[in-house]
């Protein structure tokens, strides 16, 4: 007799969720958080990206525009108008309070400064503006009293498309467990432009930088191999169900295992009674 | 003993080890239940310490009787109420075994205490981690009433709440740390539970936002017909009293006979399959 149950059905409606549930619950979780922490607001990056645009017009729901500060952080190399254009609409439509802070020179003086930099390796040194970024939101949040919301989604989170220290520094990160389609959509939920809301993806670590052509795969599809993979399904199974080849699968799962480096905090020998980032389980308070 | 009871279904949240101020929230909020008319006030599942504080539990823990357990049974002395609620319990034998223990006291005292079965340690949850689960189920004869106790995640097990009724339990209390992944299981269980056992279950569940974990209120009392009767706000702290007519109870059990209809030697195969899966 066949015991195994049916395998889940990977189309795209199983990424379908309830967006007014969704937006309640984290508008409440923001809410709940900001208040605990004695924080007098939030501070938040906005890139002119779906993602940072969607965790502004939340937390605007969740605690009023006027106590959400969103800082355009554009630099030389990678200015692009377009980007600050889309981040002023949803500035406008949120009522956000917000700054443009340019970051060329302090970029200029890391380059000069690090003996070992490199202008042609264009990772290491997109990785020096992410993290500077994170220093700009952290310097004002501690002025401000505020605390800094994070726009990881959770495909990228996943497959460790970010910069560790850089992008994922935050203090929360209202939405790591939505996969970017279902950002795209909870975004158009929330009021946010077609145009904005399916906008190509793109770190902005250099120029032309986009992300589906980096991770090499559509998000629709990365959404449901990585759907499939969170529900303990094989790459075989994934692979059938989809129609692509298994490698591709493979692929990303190697990503996924690979990267959990990056979502932790980082590893101690286990020496004490009590490890912090192993065995130290205390509870997560706010201040 | 009386025909007809009320209940305070006292959905709160909990400041995460501040036992001080969780109970400063019981004491306000029994008064409350009093000033209503109401007999029993029911607290959700570790309510007195918070649901996430991880290694805490071991500080927070505290023996039944003991310090908080004796200021609530001076709170009923004084105000004439019945008071369940959730903590962590210290057992009295060692020095960190600890259980996540419904505690149940009354205008003369403790009249008992019931420890979880059933300690959910799968996706976010990792109760085995700390607590020792309990052997016992409990059912307690009191003025208001035969009363049986359970906890959260022993509502997925039919038979724990079999047991408390066929011990005689007519209204079985269920305290709960549901958070809003799990809605849907727990509406559907505690009608499910209800009906199947004709019996009242009042379901109180905390409200609030614990390390990141959302809790979904909801609290409710189900007739024995398995007809929500009371229901509290989704999410948010809430208060709402109720009513318990015993009298409902023989109309149920002739009408849905499953008391009557048991069939006692499956449970033997019950037994038997289980320990085989």
Redesign the interface.
């Known amino acids: 007799m066949e015991l195994r149950e049916a395998e889940v059905k990977l189309t795209p409606s199983v990424l379908d969720i309830d967006f007014s549930e969704t937006q309640k619950r984290i508008c409440r979780f923001i809410k709940e958080y900001v208040e605990n922490a004695g924080a007098e607001g939030i501070v938040l990056g906005l890139s002119g990206g779906v993602d940072s645009g969607t965790i502004a017009a939340l937390s605007s729901l969740a605690v009023a525009g006027k106590n959400v500060l969103g800082l355009m952080l554009p630099e030389e190399e990678n200015f692009n108008q377009k980007d600050i254009d889309d981040a002023k609409v949803v500035i406008e439509k949120f009522k956000l309070e917000s700054s443009i802070c340019d970051m060329s020179a302090v970029m200029e003086c890391f380059y000069k400064a690090i003996p070992l930099f490199d202008p042609n390796d264009r990772l290491c040194k997109g990785n020096i503006k992410a993290r500077t970024r994170m220093i700009y939101l952290y310097y004002y949040a501690n002025k401000l009293n505020k605390i800094v919301c994070g726009s990881s989604d959770k495909s990228e989170t996943m497959m460790g498309y970010f910069t560790k220290w850089g992008d994922a520094a935050a203090d929360i990160t209202p939405i790591m467990d939505l996969y970017k389609t279902q950002v795209r959509n909870l975004a158009i939920h929330l009021g946010i432009p077609e145009e904005l809301a399916f906008k190509p993806s793109t770190p902005a670590l250099w120029p032309a930088q986009m992300a589906e052509t980096e991770l090499g795969i559509k998000y629709e599809t990365l959404d449901l191999i990585l759907y499939g993979l969170e529900r303990f399904m094989t790459p075989e199974e994934i692979a059938n169900q989809l129609s692509i080849n298994k490698s591709i699968v493979a692929e990303v799962k190697a990503r996924w295992l690979a990267n959990e480096h990056k979502r932790k905090m980082p590893i101690a020998p286990k020496i004490g009674f009590r490890t912090v980032g192993n065995d130290f389980r205390l509870p997560r308070h706010i201040y | 003993m009386k025909d007809k009871i009320k209940l305070a279904l006292a959905q709160i949240s909990s400041k ?2 501040d036992k001080e101020a969780n109970l400063q929230k019981i004491e306000k909020l029994t008064y409350k239940a009093k000033e209503q008319e109401a007999d029993l006030a029911i607290f959700p599942e570790l309510c007195l310490s ?1 649901y ?5 539990f071991y500080e927070l823990a505290e023996t039944i009787p003991g310090p908080t357990v004796e200021k609530v049974e001076a709170l009923a002395k004084e105000t004439g109420m019945h008071i369940i609620f959730g903590m962590p319990e210290l057992s009295e034998k060692t020095q960190a075994t600890v259980f996540n223990t419904a505690v149940f006291i009354g205008p003369r005292g403790l009249i008992g205490k019931y420890r979880k079965m059933y300690l959910p340690t799968h996706s976010i949850f990792e109760e085995k981690r700390y607590f020792r689960p309990g052997y016992q189920t409990a059912t307690f004869q009191t003025d208001l009433g035969n009363i049986g106790l359970c906890i959260c995640y022993d509502l997925f097990f039919p038979e724990v709440l079999r047991l408390v009724r066929l011990k005689g339990a007519q209204l079985i209390v269920c305290i709960s740390a549901s958070p ?1 992944v799990r809605r849907s299981y727990f509406e559907t269980l505690a009608c499910a539970r209800a009906l199947e056992n004709t019996a009242y279950l009042a379901y109180v569940n905390l409200a ?5 974990l ?1 809790f979904w209120g909801g609290s409710r009392l189900v007739s024995p017909n398995g007809d929500v009767l009371a229901k509290a706000k989704y ?1 948010e702290e809430d208060f709402v009293e109720c009513e318990v007519d015993y009298s409902e109870l023989r109309t149920a059990e002739t009408f849905i006979p499953t008391l009557r209809d048991l069939r006692p030697e499956l449970f033997d195969k019950l037994k038997e399959y289980s320990e085989r899966l």
């Not at chain 2, 609030?208 to 990141?212: K, L």
């Open positions: 995460r080890e918070g996430v504080v991880r290694d805490q809003a609030g936002v614990q390390d990141g959302q999410d």
